[in-house]
């Protein structure tokens, strides 16, 4: 069946990095569109970036919660090891939210309600 498995959440401080994986298993990998997505406590879930299947095309929201994630995170995959990555730099509070790996059903800049794959979440906590 299909996994996706996140690692690379952690508590970090305002300014820093964090690097994100996810591990995908039980499907053909470069047939989907991949992406990141991320919820914070009492609020919606919101798209962050996403992918496509060979790595061509990527799209990263416009604005997230004031303040775009272009320029300070980067979305890649390594379809060899059918994983999906989210470099994050320059963190700030507003980032801090439960980060969650996407699969199927989307195409750049869909909403998180149109993926069909989720995986379990990995934490990301920002100081200030």
């Known amino acids: 069946q299909v996994q996706l498995v996140e690692s690379g959440g952690g508590s970090v401080q305002a300014g820093g990095s964090l690097r994100l994986s996810c591990e995908a298993s039980?499907?053909?990998?470069?047939?989907?569109?991949m992406g990141w997505f991320r919820q914070a406590p009492g609020k919606e879930r919101e798209g962050v970036a996403t992918?496509?299947?060979?790595?061509?095309?990527?799209?990263?929201?416009?604005?997230v919660k004031g303040r775009s994630v272009k320029g300070r995170f980067t979305i890649s995959r390594d379809n060899a090891k059918n994983t999906l990555y989210l470099k994050m730099n320059s963190l700030e509070p507003e980032d801090t939210a439960m980060y969650y790996c996407?699969?199927?059903?989307?195409?750049?800049?869909?909403?998180?309600?149109?993926?069909?794959?989720w995986g379990q979440g990995t934490q990301v906590t920002v100081s200030s």
């Open positions: 996407a699969a199927g059903g989307m195409r750049l800049a869909s909403p998180w309600y149109e993926a069909n794959y």
């Open positions: 039980g499907f053909t990998y470069t047939n989907y569109y």
């Open positions: 992918i496509s299947p060979f790595g061509i095309s990527t799209y990263y929201a416009d604005s």
